[in-house]
């Protein structure tokens, strides 16, 4: 079983409107949370990295937060726009041993 | 912001020749650097972690006398796909850090790999 779960696989909403990904782990401990963007045919891009302790973390349109309790981790993206079009990729990351789990993303498409 | 360069972003190469992919850190000392392979629509798989003047560390099921780490130096990592077979055609990702807790992940812009 993957220990990293991403929801939906994948997604298509209007320009201008919200959507919410969602990542589950069950990796524990973690050093850190990060969400990245990966544009397709192109290395990620780091939107956020949030530590256990904290519960959300904002880089202009994209919000992440993060429930350790439940091990729950979202990211949040407001009035998406055409170029919001990627694969974003939820990653717990354990510092120590630089042991990383990487999800299989949520393949979003913004449409005019 | 810091940046990896990685290069080149694609080749192509006849099956059985050996290619060689470069991921340099631009503006800061890289003690770190991870080696990834991604098929399409996939998630990116860990394949090696390498530290600076030691011998990298080779995830499970990764063949380390196929694909060849060298991590010579604080700034430039190299991985080479040796005797190249088309099965080895993927999207090659290095990634960097430095040593400080909580440092950014930077991840290079990729390597196709397409072995005829």
């Known amino acids: 079983k993957n220990q990293v779960e991403q929801s939906p696989q994948s997604l298509i909403i209007l320009e201008g409107k919200n959507c919410t990904l969602q990542?589950?782990?069950?990796?524990?401990?973690?050093?850190?949370l990060r969400w990245y963007k990966q544009d397709t045919g192109r290395g990620p891009v780091s939107l956020t990295i949030m530590t256990f302790s904290e519960n959300t973390k904002s880089n202009g349109r994209y919000t992440a937060t993060l429930d350790a309790d439940t091990k729950q981790s979202s990211l949040h993206i407001t009035a998406s726009q055409l170029s919001d079009s990627a694969s974003y990729i939820c990653?717990?990351?354990?510092?120590?041993?630089?042991?990383?789990?990487f999800g299989a993303g949520t393949r979003l498409t913004v449409k005019p | 912001g810091a940046v990896v360069s990685q290069h080149p972003s694609w080749v192509i190469c006849k099956s059985g020749t050996s290619v060689k992919i470069e991921c340099r850190s631009l503006d800061f000392q890289a003690t770190t650097m991870f080696w990834y392979r991604q098929f399409p629509k996939q998630s990116l798989m860990l394949m090696a972690t390498?530290?600076?003047?030691?011998?990298?560390?080779?995830e499970q099921g990764v063949e380390k006398d196929k694909f060849l780490i060298n991590h010579a130096s604080l700034t430039l990592s190299t991985l080479t796909v040796t005797s190249a077979h088309p099965e080895d055609s993927s999207f090659y990702i290095c990634?960097?850090?430095?040593?400080?807790?909580?440092?950014?992940?930077?991840f290079g812009s990729g390597t196709q790999l397409s072995v005829l």
């Open positions: 990634s960097a850090h430095g040593s400080r807790v909580g440092e950014k992940l930077f």
């Open positions: 990653v717990p990351w354990f510092y120590n041993n630089n042991d990383m789990r």
């Open positions: 390498s530290n600076e003047g030691s011998k990298a560390t080779y």
């Open positions: 990542c589950n782990y069950t990796v524990s401990p973690f050093s850190n």
